[in-house]
């Protein structure tokens, strides 16, 4: 979806919600794109199976004891 600067005014709320339901919105300026609405990814937290995943392949034991332990 592409809507000109002086359209969104007016549209904003269904610009957001379409956004937000993963559609993409570039807004123009002067008939260029001048910004793209995207959804907002909350960060942080620890992704533990990618962790697991780059332990895997590191060859790093699950040990608990020991959990940088590198396998021989």
Do not use: N, T, W, Y
């Amino acid at each position: 979806m592409e809507f000109a600067l002086c359209q969104v005014k007016a549209r904003l709320s269904e610009l957001v919600a379409a956004a937000q339901g993963g559609e993409r919105v570039v807004i123009m300026k002067h008939g260029e794109p001048a910004v793209e609405l995207v959804r907002f990814r909350k960060r942080g937290g620890i992704d533990f199976g990618k962790l697991d995943e780059a332990r895997r392949r590191l060859g790093m034991k699950d040990d608990i004891g020991h959990p940088l332990a590198v396998r021989a």
